[in-house]
């Protein structure tokens, strides 16, 4: 069984996968508390659906792409069964983590989008950075970046763990309401760091909102 808040389909609006089709499993449940947080809806509730459900509900679609959500999706042990058995069946199937959480047991075949939290998250001391040496070039590290100490926290990050040469695509994303977009691009461009800035694509298409 899985605690699932919502299974929908939409258009990934992040990561190297923005613009794709997409199915989200978003599993119930975080033991973070992130100051910007979008989905606190899935701190709680959520429905108990068995594996079994969610594969129907995820087919149903008819979709290539699989993201799997939260929360953080992997505080349910059995998300990391769930990963394996939509690779089994054939989707390309992406993690969306916190970092905060042992990602040894994703299966290889998953693409891992993991954050690094910023000191302006509020939440920088639960950075696992033992898992930055599973990351392999089909995972991508993203910061989420809410203000100019954030940005070159991130740059020394990126450089300290040298995260240009280990995984496939590093992400800066400006905190919504937080940090003005074209600033950090600003930022990227005269630090010359040749990391992918992103906007989150659903909320400029359809808003701040659940389900899209
Ligand atoms: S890890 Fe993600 S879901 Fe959890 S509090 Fe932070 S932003 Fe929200």
Known sequence: MLRITEIFYSLQGEAKTSGLPTVFVRLTGCPLR?????????????IQISMAEVLDQVASFGARYVTVTGGEPLAQ?????????????????????????????????????????????????RNMYANLALLERKDQVKFVICDRQDFSWAS????EYDLLARVGEVLFSPSVGQQDAAELADWILAERLPVRFQMQLHKILWGDKPGV
């Open 34 to 46: 992130c100051q910007y947080c979008d989905t606190a809806y899935a701190f709680s509730g959520g």
């Open 77 to 125: 042990p059995n998300c990391l069964r769930l990963m394996e058995k939509l690779c089994d069946a054939g989707y390309q199937v992406s993690l969306e983590t916190s970092g905060a959480l042992d990602i040894a047991g994703v299966d290889p075949r998953v693409s891992i989008v993991m954050d690094l939290k910023t000191p302006g998250s509020a939440e920088v001391s």
């Open 156 to 159: 020394f990050k990126v450089r």
